[in-house]
């Protein structure tokens, strides 16, 4: 029953990792497990690559992995090529969370049995964490009171907002709200979006990642946008080579494959989340009910 592990240190000095070394057999449902299930998602090369190394290792696993990704399906459906923009764009530099947000309101969606069509978008800058919330409309008013209650009540009022020239955005309301929290409006050129490039990115991503969860009929896409973010706020971003909940909070959010793997036995209860760990443990690994004991 016991199992094999490889201790690995990420690049650029991280903390060292223990990982799983995986054999031949069960390769094929560790990949499933870090692109194809909703808290991991069904993100690119670099991201899906980073949380693989997080557990697991084998000879050739980022070539396997990358090969998995070619080949997915689901992701063939929804993704089509990108191009990337050709206009010189100036950097905007932030040091610290909450110093810049930027907002926006995703595209109508098909009206949910809920009475949801819109999703308003936020995130930080620095830390490229996102918030999204649901929405029947897009007044300025619901706007307003949106980002107060599911954003700024939670992490604090950010130095500046950054948002389209939308009009829900621009009204008397919305910057009086700003004006009275203390907020700097700054909002993109007309018709030059890309001045607010990363919350336009995250709305691609959020876009793909829910057409790829929900049902035919495209009417159950708010049930999956708690998966959605928690896939991304556990990602790996390139550009920081952090994840965005390691740099909001100091430290990763568990995910069911850390509770699977962390230290220690699960204890031998008739509770749901505790047969969930055994069995995947044992299909993994091949070991006996309980998690196989660590070989360091």
Not at 107 to 116: C, D, K, L, S, Y
Not at 156 to 163: A, I, Q
Not at 190 to 215: C, E, W, Y
Request: glycine share 8%; hydrophobic share 35%; charged share 20%.
């Amino acid at each position: 029953g016991d199992v094999l592990y490889r201790r690995w240190q990420a690049p650029g000095g991280g903390m060292d990792r223990l990982q799983l070394l995986v054999p031949r057999n069960l390769r094929a449902k560790v990949l499933y497990w870090v692109h194809g299930v909703a808290w991991t998602g069904h993100f690119g090369n670099s991201k899906t690559v980073r949380w693989l190394w997080r557990r697991f290792y084998w000879r050739g696993c980022r070539q396997d992995a990358e090969h998995h990704i070619h080949f997915c399906d689901v992701c063939t459906s929804q993704k089509g090529p990108t191009q990337r923009s050709r206009g010189p764009l100036e950097q905007y530099l932030v040091g610290a969370p909450m110093e810049r947000v930027g907002v926006d309101i995703l595209r109508p969606f098909p009206t949910t049995e809920a009475g949801n069509r819109y999703v308003l978008v936020a995130m930080d800058n620095f830390t490229k964490w996102p918030e999204a919330d649901t929405m029947p409309h897009q007044s300025a008013a619901s706007t307003a009171q949106r980002l107060v209650d599911e954003m700024f009540s939670r992490f604090g009022v950010p130095e500046e907002l950054h948002s389209d020239q939308g009009r829900n955005f621009e009204s008397q309301l919305f910057g009086e709200v700003c004006q009275r929290l203390g907020v700097i409006k700054t909002r993109t050129t007309p018709l030059h979006p890309q001045s607010d490039g990363l919350v336009q990115r995250f709305n691609r991503t959020l876009a793909t990642q829910l057409a790829i969860l929900t049902n035919k009929h495209q009417r159950d896409w708010d049930l999956h946008l708690s998966m959605v973010l928690w896939a991304y706020r556990t990602a790996v971003q390139e550009s920081s080579q952090s994840t965005p909940a390691a740099l909001m909070f100091g430290r990763e959010l568990r995910t069911p494959v850390d509770l699977v793997f962390e230290e220690g036995h699960v204890p031998q209860t008739d509770e749901p989340l505790a047969r969930t760990r055994r069995n995947f443990g044992q299909d993994l690994c091949g070991g006996p009910p309980g998690l196989p004991a660590w070989t360091r």
